[in-house]
């Protein structure tokens, strides 16, 4: 069983910088770290941080144009020295990585169990002379994973992302290793199968003593499954310790920016309640004068349903949904891929036109007609998930905040309503970010953009669809304060379309959950999670960090 | 029986139908694919039929066109094509002449324009089909070889001499090869499918025809190879960035290996499709290498017709031509069902 | 607040376009490839413009020849003479002209027809985009160079009609790669973004798709201009072309009518293909060289 000692590890690209002509780009900037046999690891950061660079090198599987100084040891042998052929030859037989397989980590046009048997044919001939021996080994693999045998023989676009993911931890334990390598291995997944995944992750792991080595940018994640947690920023390790203590009780700042994001549910100094903004009626919050009722209702959804044709099926996105919003509050729709969330927006916002049913403003259906729902559009406004695809790579801020204003021939000075939509969305002074493109400023920098082009229609509810999923962890906590400031402010209502149960109980008064396109459960943020009835609100519940789980049960390194 | 879906998921799908292989059983997929193609043929006989009609230009004085001819006789012309009729009454006599198999009388020859067509069509077939058989060898093989050692002195060559292939027009090659080979030289026989006058039967005529075969297949070679070297080569280059290589060599395979097992058969895939959408090209080429060469095909006759010109024919082998190539590319579609495993329905 | 001094929003935006300008060549001329051709090319067109000046239009008038026809190079006709007689060099820099000038022209109306009913294919659904496929994919397969025979047999023959029927067999690949881009394009959220906020087709389409198609087609079309030139020479080849006009292709056609091949007259031969090849050459490379600028996944190829 080796150990894996990481010493003075320093790791850089050789890039070609457009402007300067070669540049080079410090993934890893001296990192030292030991791996006993038999423990698992979590490699926490945000996007560029180094981790998977430094998880990779331990096979030497960077690109061509990383140069890598220091000592990586596996057991005795120094990686970065080895030669090619025993490169080869401990490559999966000693360490083996599970990389996110739900993207494209699989040879499309291969059956699975092609791909596996092909490692089998590199490193265990002795084991497995013959086809039919090595058939076996893939059944075999296939039942510890908990995936039927009948799998073996598809292709990967025939498999759901948990069973793809199932396979590449299949495909790693093929040659018996002893150090698994897992990259982000559950991040393109819903909480439920990633819950699954885990647990035969690490099932595995414990019933053979393997050591792990797990990357993510979840600390919750990383929690629930390894030992240890170190955390990394811009190619260093900030802070290293139990994961227990990591998670509830960070030292570092970067640590405790990416623990906030993941919210104790039932904690109340995380109810209402971010780092920087604290709202007037939070548990936390000092008692104030006056504090805000959700108005009237301005929102409805009156059984609506929506189907598409999709492959030849008639496919129900939305089936029979039934809802109200109020002025002036937050409602959470909470669900997992494929439970219609997204459709229910498109459809409210009138991007998507409803098989039957209707949506009501102010008492009146939507129209279908262009017009009519333009004027509509003034008051009720969208905020996509991903800020660096909504604005056009080469319209300025201006522009892009101004677009709105512009189509529907705003009444006043241009350049003020688009200041006021900027300090609104609290980027002052406004003049500086007037000429800016998207690429110059940062994801927060881009969403906030993206929130004043809504606000410059003085709308009264906003459409936020997972506002926060593609920034970093850091971030996430300012938008969702600025959404939470804006409600109490501006009186500004918000559907906020998400699957992350943290961030309901961080700013929302209402939670709706969805399942298939159905509604399964709503109520007050306090009714639903922390009371929860339905049997599906409760499984959600089950897999994320609560206040109860905190206790130390739930914790691998408590 | 219904399912749910998620609305971004089938706006993607949506967006991206064309793109994305969609899976569908055999009788479906042959069903949208021949459909298809049915259409276009439709619309190559609409197009063979009304461009002669339609267009500014009477035919029968296009046809007498540079030629002393009276009133008269342009009047007894215009009776011989039917052209003094309504133009719905032609287009029927049209269509149903194709399903008889007659495409009308060629003027210059004084046959039916159906018999040129197929005694002709034999030598166009052994041209194109042996150059585009040569090309795609040699295209996808040197394409793979200079993907994987990109930046190499080999890479960097073939893809310069590509370039310069791409660039050149075809009829004007075979001009050159014809005055070097041909004339100069004399090593290869100047034109023609077979020694004029020679009564050869066999392994002789077998031989007569292969030499005078090649000029003619060198020329084709050299500027469609080029075209088919690049689309691997960029396919290939492409194809090297993908995730699952980097699983292959985790794994432990070879370099090599991970480049023929992995790489290569998923490259090959857009590469076949770019192939079979390029063989209109192909069939260009013909027309203009065998107008060099004087090689008895389909392309030397439609030259001929538009010589004189002689519109039945002309028309005739414009229907002839382009259906082949419809006919071509559905064949294609089936082979690209059967190549790629995520067009199958599970 | 501070005093923020705010130059005027066109100045920014113009400096922002100057500066962009300036990244766009700087990276274009790291294709040394691209640079080569751009500069051979510039100097074909400015010979082309000045033929006029350099040699009068008279010289090319077979009554007024005074060389001997089919001689070879010698001092005074440094590329031989062509069957009338005439200087092949001069015949070379006005054929210059008429393949040049097509090509660009079809161009020009292969690229207007394909980037309207490429956006057109790839924004409006329903039965209107169903058609609109079926018509392009028909032209992508009928093959180009025998409908633009049929085209150039039927229209009187000369530039014009060539021009027309380059443009109307050529314009199916523009509008194929203008449609998957415009499909790409309208995927994106920024798109979503724009219909939520109340825009209508014109908005989208010439706000946000049309800038963003642009560059592509650009580049596609310095290809296309080179495939253009050749189907323009093998036209005239065929003898689809103007026979009172000069055109590279023209002199191939008269190379193989006179015999000239079999005959071993090589300087009338060589000459015009081989400026064809080049020129071809130089636009293909200034393409590729435009299109790793805008696509910067292609750069290094």
Redesign the interface.
Known sequence: MPRLVFDDVRISYTTRDDAAGRGLVTAVDGVSLVLEPGSTLGLAGESGCGKSTLALSVLRLLPANATVTGQILLGDDDVTTMSFGRLRAVRWTEAAVVFQGAMHSLNPVQKVSDQIEEALKLHSLASYPDRAARLKRVRELLTLVDLPVVKASSYPHELSGGQKQRIMIAMALACDPELIIADEPTTALDVIVQAQVLDVLTGLVRDRGLSLIMISHDLSVLAATCERICVMQAGRIVEEGPSLRVMTAPEHPHTRALAAAFPLIGDPASRRSLPGYTAPDAPTAAPSETVTEPGDVVLEVRDLSVEFASRGQRVKAVDHVNLAFRQGEIVALVGQSGSGKTTLARTILGLEEPTSGAVLYEGAPLSHRRKALKEYRRHVQFVLQDPTASLNPKHTVYEAVAEGPRLHKLPGNERDIVATALEQAELTPPEKYFNAIPQELSGGQRQRVVIAGALALSPTFLVADEPVASLDASVRGEILALLLRLKNELGLGALVITHDLGLAWNIADRVVVMKQGEIVEQGSVEEVLLNPQHEYTRKLLSVVPSAQAASGQDFVGA | ?????????????I??E??RP??ASWPRYIARKGG?AL??LG??VL??FF??RI???D?AI?MTRGRRVSAEQVDQLRKEFGLDQPLIIQFFHFVGGLFRGDLGTSYTFHRPVAELIGSHIGATLLLTGTAAVLSIILGLWLGQRAAWKR?SLFDKTQTGLA??F????????G??L??LF???LQWFP?GGLVTPGSNETGIALVWDVIRHLVLPVVTMVAVVYAQYLMVMR?SL??EMT???L?????????EDLVRR??AV??AL?PTVTLIF?TL??L???A??VE??FSWPGLGYL??QA??A?D?PL??G??VV??SI??IM?FAADLVYRVL???LKA? | MTAVTVRSKRSIAAARRRDRAVEVWREFARNRGGLVGLAILLVVILLAICAPLIAPATLLDVTKVDGLPNQAPTWQYPLGTDPAGRSVLLLLLWGSRISLLVGFSATIVSMVIGTLVGMSAGHFRGVGQAIILRVIDFFLVVPSLVLAIVLSTVLSRGAITIIIAIGLTSWAGTARLVRSQTLTIESRPYIERSWALGAGNAHILGKHVLPAVLPLVLAHTTLTVGSAIIAESTLSFLGLGDPTTVSWGTMLKSALDTGAATAGFWWYVLPPGIAIVLVVLCFTLVGRAFEAVINPTLRGR
Do not use: C
């Not at chain 2, 998620?6 to 993607?12: H, I, P």
């Open positions: 029986m219904t399912a749910t879906l998620d609305a971004t998921e089938s706006l993607q799908q967006t991206q064309e793109s969609r899976a298809g259409i276009s619309m190559v197009l063979g461009a002669f267009l500014p230009g035919p296009s930046g370039l310069i791409w660039s050149v027009p075809t009829f004007w090659l001009l050159i014809l005055l041909g004339g100069f100047t960029a280059l492409e993908a995730d699952y980097t699983t292959a060599r985790a794994k432990g395979l070879k097992r992995h058969p998923n895939l959408l209109g090209g069939v260009g080429g027309v203009t107008t060099v439609t030259f538009l010589s010109p519109l002309l028309q082998t414009f031509f382009s190539v419809i590319n790629d495993p995520r599970s």
